[in-house]
């Protein structure tokens, strides 16, 4: 299950903006604002003392029915209080889901310039004669030994920038044209035969057979794969067309 994912929009909205100025990504102004108001909002959260007893003890000691009604007014301001904090903090939030979104090719441009070095990695490692760490080493190779052995941290890196940019994409928004996705590979139709036990293997597969890692905008990724999904369609339409004709000619001939 993804980090980011949850019910309460101040959860997603925190833990987006941890992620991505831990990783010293550029905020817009529009993002800081609405996150400076979630802060102020969450920072003046009333107390939450609705609570039914005082007011059951004050019947049964016979009190006053004004000292009564005052005490359930107070509780009553309370909880309207507290639910309309609630609210405003949970508007705050979604405000600051939309600011991003709204900034998402900005924030994948920051995003993708720590994805470089990252996706440089994979291919390094994809390139080298062995995949042993200890026989590099041996071999005096310990750059490549230390790429290799980083392999793991590198794919788990790139994976998380991948989940970030998913959270800061607009709803509806898709890397995709139909079955075609150009969301990590630039064409994934390469990579149709990749393969491996666990996400970095699979990288590793994919760029040995020839696929190529980017880290596009989703208006980018959208684009590339509806050009790619168009380029299928016409193999297929020519492709059908000379077996078509492929099947007159030998008609015509059989009948000559």
């Not at 790139?158 to 898709?174: D, I, M, N, S």
């Not at 666990?198 to 057979?209: A, E, I, R």
């Not at 050009?227 to 030998?250: M, P, S, Y």
């Amino acid at each position: 299950m993804s980090e980011f994912r949850n019910n309460q929009p101040q959860y997603t909205a925190h833990k987006t903006w941890d992620a991505l100025t831990r990783r010293g990504i550029t905020m817009p102004a529009q993002v800081t604002e609405a996150m400076d108001l979630l802060t102020y909002v969450e920072s003046v959260k009333p107390r939450n003392d609705v609570d039914h007893a005082p007011i059951a003890e004050a019947y049964l000691n016979r009190e006053p029915a004004e000292q009564i009604a005052q005490k359930a007014a107070v509780m009553y301001a309370a909880g309207l209080q507290f639910s309309a904090w609630s609210n405003a903090r949970d508007r705050a939030a979604r405000g600051v889901l939309e600011a991003l979104r709204f900034n998402h090719d900005e924030l994948v441009a920051g995003m993708a310039e720590l994805a470089a070095p990252l996706i440089e990695a994979i291919e390094h490692v994809a390139r080298l004669d062995t995949h042993s760490v200890d026989a590099l080493v041996v071999a005096g190779r310990n750059d490549d030994a230390r790429i290799l052995a980083e392999l793991q941290t590198t794919v788990a890196e790139l994976k998380a920038l991948y989940e970030l940019r998913r959270v800061t994409t607009p709803p509806g928004f898709r890397y995709a044209s139909g079955a075609i996705d150009c969301g990590e590979w630039q064409d994934p139709r390469k990579v149709t035969h990749a393969s491996g036990a666990n996400p970095h293997s699979y990288y590793v597969h994919g760029v040995q057979l020839g696929g190529r890692l980017w880290f596009p905008t989703v208006g980018e990724a959208e684009s590339t794969a509806r050009n790619i999904r168009a380029a299928v369609e016409h193999d297929r339409q020519t492709e059908e067309a000379a077996g078509f004709t492929e099947r007159v000619r030998r008609f015509g001939a059989a009948h000559a």
